[in-house]
Structure formats: structure tokens, C-alpha cells
């Protein structure tokens, strides 16, 4: 098993990031997910009031080219 992390760098590896739990949670019947549009507003660090005084940086993990997890941190 080869693990690869690379960091999140533009919106589109955000919007795979942010989608990444539909795939995770996608046979389990008791998940209500999120709306999209107000988890990608969450992470942008222009539309999200937080980011005024605090950082953030998003990361994926890669198992050959399938993802296998996030962190954000």
C-alpha cells in the first residue's frame, strides 16, 4: 500500500475534498449529508469569517490515484 498526501492548492482539489465523505458514507443509509454549498463557503478562507484571524490547511490522501482519507488542520 503507497500512501500519498498532497495538500490541497486550488479549488478544485477543495471541491474533491469536500466531496470525499459521499463516497466514504455512500451505502450507509443513516448519513444525512451536509449541503455543499455551506461546506465549501466553511473552507474558503475568503467567504469564511474565521479566516480573519486564524490559518487553516487542507490535506488528501491518496492510495495509488483512489483517495482514502482528508485532515484539515
Avoid at 469536500?18 to 458514507?25: A, G, N, R
Avoid at 451536509?34 to 484571524?53: G, T
Wanted: proline letters at 5%; a positive charge.
Amino acid at each position: 500500500m503507497q500512501i500519498r498526501i498532497r495538500e490541497v492548492s486550488n479549488k478544485r482539489d477543495l471541491k474533491t475534498f469536500i466531496k470525499f465523505p459521499e463516497t466514504l458514507y455512500k451505502n450507509n443509509s443513516f448519513r444525512v449529508p451536509p449541503l455543499f454549498i455551506n461546506e465549501y463557503k466553511n473552507f474558503l478562507h475568503d467567504k469564511n469569517p474565521a479566516f480573519e484571524y486564524c490559518e487553516a490547511k487542507y490535506w488528501i490522501a491518496y492510495n495509488i490515484n483512489q483517495i482514502a482519507g482528508r485532515v484539515a488542520g
